[in-house]
């Protein structure tokens, strides 16, 4: 069955680093997007990505955020300078298209020390 | 903001039993709902949507029922096993977007034996 991955499954930092989290999403599908869990919170969606370019991104996903898709296959998000707060579950999406199910990778839980 | 809430926070019942897990949205422009389930460490795990020109969908021991009139949702499992224990979440699409999904905060649903 396709499914999204997602890697590193862990991934820590020191504040101020910039890392890169990597996903490749499901082959056929074409929105693609990122949100993010803090422990024992709900999930919040940071940005959503279509033909090649944001669709929508939230309050959260301010200037430190990033989004690229490099390749055919890869999405990626970079956090610019992290921050302690940065620290959290992050989890890649994608889907057929609009209004459709999302599914989701196993998630990077991001550690900023 | 607009709000997209669940009435328990855990649910306990016992292995055969049925569960009934509530959520209560306050965006009357939303058409689109999904209801995930979420297991420790793991990411969500889609179950089964429904659209707003819908009242009832049902999957395989799944049943969501929409209530546009109170703006309630709810998911509905028949004969709740073991393996069902986990968070669920229900979620919307954002106000004015197709792209981006708004999570509730989730019910942890424990089934006992």
């Known amino acids: 069955e396709p499914e999204v991955t997602q890697t590193p499954s862990h991934q820590v930092t020191q504040m101020g680093q910039e890392v890169i989290l990597r996903c490749v999403p499901i082959s056929n599908h074409l929105y693609f997007y990122w949100y993010r869990q803090i422990l024992g919170q709900k999930v919040e969606f940071l940005v959503s990505f279509y033909n090649n370019e944001i669709s929508e991104k939230s309050e959260i996903f301010d200037d430190q955020f990033s989004v690229e898709r490099p390749d055919g296959s890869n999405f990626t998000l970079k956090i610019r300078s992290t921050k302690l707060e940065d620290s959290a579950m992050y989890f890649c999406a994608s889907s057929v298209g609009l209004n459709t199910e999302a599914f989701f990778g196993q998630g990077t839980r991001l550690t900023v020390v | 903001g607009e709000n997209v809430g669940l009435h328990l926070p855990t649910l306990s019942v016992q292995e055969g039993d049925n569960s009934i897990i509530n959520c209560a949205y306050s965006n009357s422009a939303s058409d689109y709902f999904i209801w995930y389930k979420q297991e420790s460490g793991k990411g969500p795990q889609f179950i089964i949507d429904i659209r707003s020109n819908m009242d009832k969908r049902q999957g395989q021991r799944v049943t969501v029922l929409l209530n546009k009139t109170v703006k309630h949702l709810s998911l509905q499992i028949a004969a709740t096993q073991p393996g069902d224990s986990a968070v669920y979440f229900c979620?919307?699409?954002?106000?004015?977007?197709?792209?981006?999904?708004?999570f509730g905060k989730g019910t942890s649903l424990l089934v006992t034996p």
């Open positions: 979620a919307e699409n954002r106000a004015n977007s197709g792209y981006a999904l708004n």
